[in-house]
Protein backbone atom coordinates (compact mmCIF):
# COMPACT_ATOMS: atom_id res chain seq x y z
CA UNK A 1 0.00 0.00 0.00
CA UNK A 2 1.14 3.32 -1.06
CA UNK A 3 2.02 6.08 1.34
CA UNK A 4 -0.31 8.92 1.78
CA UNK A 5 0.92 12.34 0.70
CA UNK A 6 1.23 14.95 3.80
CA UNK A 7 -1.91 16.77 2.75
CA UNK A 8 -3.87 13.61 2.10
CA UNK A 9 -6.26 14.49 5.39
CA UNK A 10 -6.99 18.15 4.33
CA UNK A 11 -8.33 17.16 1.13
CA UNK A 12 -10.45 14.31 2.62
CA UNK A 13 -11.62 17.14 5.23
CA UNK A 14 -12.47 19.27 2.89
CA UNK A 15 -14.61 16.75 0.86
CA UNK A 16 -16.62 15.97 3.71
CA UNK A 17 -16.83 19.26 4.30
CA UNK A 18 -18.35 19.87 1.14
CA UNK A 19 -20.85 17.09 1.87
CA UNK A 20 -19.02 14.34 -0.20
CA UNK A 21 -19.46 11.11 1.28
CA UNK A 22 -16.14 9.00 1.35
CA UNK A 23 -16.63 5.56 -0.08
CA UNK A 24 -12.66 4.67 -0.61
CA UNK A 25 -9.59 5.69 1.03
CA UNK A 26 -7.59 4.64 -1.20
CA UNK A 27 -9.77 3.08 -3.99
CA UNK A 28 -8.07 0.17 -5.64
CA UNK A 29 -8.34 -0.08 -9.46
CA UNK A 30 -7.53 -3.25 -11.06
CA UNK A 31 -5.75 -3.28 -14.70
CA UNK A 32 -4.93 -7.08 -15.17
CA UNK A 33 -2.20 -8.29 -12.86
CA UNK A 34 -1.93 -4.13 -12.41
CA UNK A 35 -3.15 -2.54 -9.33
CA UNK A 36 -2.88 0.89 -8.67
CA UNK A 37 -4.27 2.97 -5.23
CA UNK A 38 -6.24 6.36 -6.16
CA UNK A 39 -6.00 8.27 -2.98
CA UNK A 40 -9.52 8.91 -2.33
CA UNK A 41 -13.35 7.92 -3.69
CA UNK A 42 -16.66 9.78 -3.00
CA UNK A 43 -19.83 10.22 -3.94
CA UNK A 44 -22.41 12.54 -3.32
CA UNK A 45 -26.12 12.76 -3.79
CA UNK A 46 -27.45 15.25 -6.67
CA UNK A 47 -31.24 14.28 -6.08
CA UNK A 48 -33.55 11.77 -6.23
CA UNK A 49 -34.03 12.11 -10.66
CA UNK A 50 -30.73 12.95 -11.08
CA UNK A 51 -28.83 10.20 -8.93
CA UNK A 52 -25.25 10.54 -7.64
CA UNK A 53 -21.97 11.88 -8.44
CA UNK A 54 -18.45 9.99 -8.13
CA UNK A 55 -15.30 11.20 -8.40
CA UNK A 56 -11.57 9.69 -7.77
CA UNK A 57 -9.24 12.25 -6.14
CA UNK A 58 -5.56 11.99 -6.40
CA UNK A 59 -3.98 14.27 -3.89
CA UNK A 60 -0.70 16.24 -4.42
CA UNK A 61 1.43 18.74 -1.95
CA UNK A 62 4.18 19.87 -4.84
CA UNK A 63 6.28 20.47 -1.33
CA UNK A 64 9.13 18.71 -3.11
CA UNK A 65 12.61 20.75 -4.39
CA UNK A 66 11.05 20.54 -8.68
CA UNK A 67 7.83 21.53 -8.76
CA UNK A 68 8.68 19.93 -12.59
CA UNK A 69 9.35 16.71 -11.41
CA UNK A 70 6.30 16.83 -8.81
CA UNK A 71 4.27 17.55 -11.68
CA UNK A 72 5.46 15.23 -13.99
CA UNK A 73 4.82 12.49 -11.64
CA UNK A 74 1.39 13.97 -11.14
CA UNK A 75 0.64 13.58 -14.22
CA UNK A 76 1.82 10.22 -15.12
CA UNK A 77 -0.42 9.02 -12.34
CA UNK A 78 -3.20 11.14 -13.53
CA UNK A 79 -2.85 9.73 -16.82
CA UNK A 80 -2.62 6.30 -15.80
CA UNK A 81 -5.84 6.31 -12.89
CA UNK A 82 -7.42 8.20 -16.09
CA UNK A 83 -7.27 5.00 -18.02
CA UNK A 84 -7.91 3.09 -15.54
CA UNK A 85 -10.64 4.18 -14.52
CA UNK A 86 -12.30 4.73 -17.87
CA UNK A 87 -12.47 0.49 -18.15
CA UNK A 88 -13.48 0.03 -14.41
CA UNK A 89 -15.40 2.75 -13.46
CA UNK A 90 -16.34 5.18 -16.31
CA UNK A 91 -18.96 6.85 -14.26
CA UNK A 92 -15.82 8.36 -11.82
CA UNK A 93 -14.51 11.54 -12.54
CA UNK A 94 -10.76 11.89 -11.74
CA UNK A 95 -9.56 15.37 -10.13
CA UNK A 96 -6.02 15.97 -9.10
CA UNK A 97 -6.22 18.01 -6.27
CA UNK A 98 -3.12 20.61 -5.86
CA UNK A 99 -2.57 23.30 -2.74
CA UNK A 100 -3.90 26.05 -3.43
CA UNK A 101 0.13 27.90 -3.24
CA UNK A 102 1.42 25.44 -6.03
CA UNK A 103 -1.85 26.59 -8.00
CA UNK A 104 -1.21 30.21 -7.91
CA UNK A 105 2.63 29.66 -8.82
CA UNK A 106 3.48 26.51 -10.68
CA UNK A 107 -0.09 26.09 -12.42
CA UNK A 108 -0.12 29.70 -13.21
CA UNK A 109 2.62 29.28 -15.79
CA UNK A 110 1.91 28.76 -19.84
CA UNK A 111 3.68 25.42 -19.37
CA UNK A 112 1.51 23.63 -16.54
CA UNK A 113 -1.72 25.37 -18.10
CA UNK A 114 -0.90 23.86 -21.40
CA UNK A 115 -0.18 20.67 -20.36
CA UNK A 116 -3.72 20.61 -17.83
CA UNK A 117 -5.58 21.42 -20.99
CA UNK A 118 -3.72 19.30 -23.30
CA UNK A 119 -4.32 16.22 -20.74
CA UNK A 120 -7.94 17.79 -19.58
CA UNK A 121 -6.73 17.52 -16.17
CA UNK A 122 -9.66 18.54 -13.62
CA UNK A 123 -8.24 19.82 -10.62
CA UNK A 124 -9.37 20.58 -7.07
CA UNK A 125 -7.56 23.57 -5.55
CA UNK A 126 -7.56 23.31 -1.54
CA UNK A 127 -6.05 25.74 1.11
CA UNK A 128 -4.20 22.68 3.48
CA UNK A 129 -4.40 25.19 6.40
CA UNK A 130 -7.78 25.15 6.48
CA UNK A 131 -8.65 21.88 5.16
CA UNK A 132 -10.66 23.51 2.68
CA UNK A 133 -11.70 23.03 -1.13
CA UNK A 134 -10.80 26.49 -2.63
CA UNK A 135 -11.59 25.93 -6.63
CA UNK A 136 -13.03 22.83 -8.64
CA UNK A 137 -11.84 23.23 -12.24
CA UNK A 138 -13.25 20.86 -14.83
CA UNK A 139 -11.64 20.92 -18.11
CA UNK A 140 -13.38 20.54 -21.50
CA UNK A 141 -13.33 16.94 -22.17
CA UNK A 142 -12.68 16.93 -26.50
CA UNK A 143 -12.01 13.59 -27.02
CA UNK A 144 -8.86 13.95 -28.51
Same mark, same amino acid.
Given at each position: ??????? @? #???????????????? #????? @???????? !?? !?????????? /???? /?????????????????? $????? %???????????? #?? @? /???????? !? #????????????????? /? $??? @????????????? %??????????
Amino acid at each position: MPAYDVF @H #DAVKQGLIKEGWTITD #DPYVV @HFGVINLY !ID !IAAEKLIGAE /RGDQ /RIAVEVKSFTGPSMVTEF $HTALG %QFLDYRLVLDKE #DP @H /RVLFLAVP !I #DAFETFFALPFTQAAVR /R $HEV @HLIVYDPESEALV %QWIKQPVTGS
